[in-house]
């Protein structure tokens, strides 16, 4: 299963810094991720932009939100803004 790691305020708002996802797609992911961000997707289900979404380093964006994930791949979600 693919690893979501939440950065800055997001590991309170989670309540964790990491979990593992049970996902085929990262559009699954950003859906099971949006229950506790609801901010992360607007009422179409696309992504806000409020939030950066990498996977593995690579930014999602250039991946496509149906790209097949993989047991080791990790979801870095990080506010736009965010403290130091």
């Avoid at 989670?14 to 085929?24: F, P, W």
Wanted: avoid cysteine.
């Amino acid at each position: 299963m693919p690893i979501v790691k939440y950065i800055a305020n997001l590991k309170t708002r989670v309540g964790v810094d990491q979990e593992k996802i049970e996902a085929r797609t990262l559009r699954e992911v950003i859906s099971k991720v949006s229950e506790k961000v609801p901010d992360l997707v607007d009422f179409d289900g696309k992504t806000t932009g409020l939030y950066v979404i990498l996977v593995n380093d690579v930014d999602y964006r250039l991946l496509g939100e149906e790209y097949i994930l993989g047991d080791n791949d990790v979801i870095t979600i990080l506010p736009v803004i965010h403290g130091g």
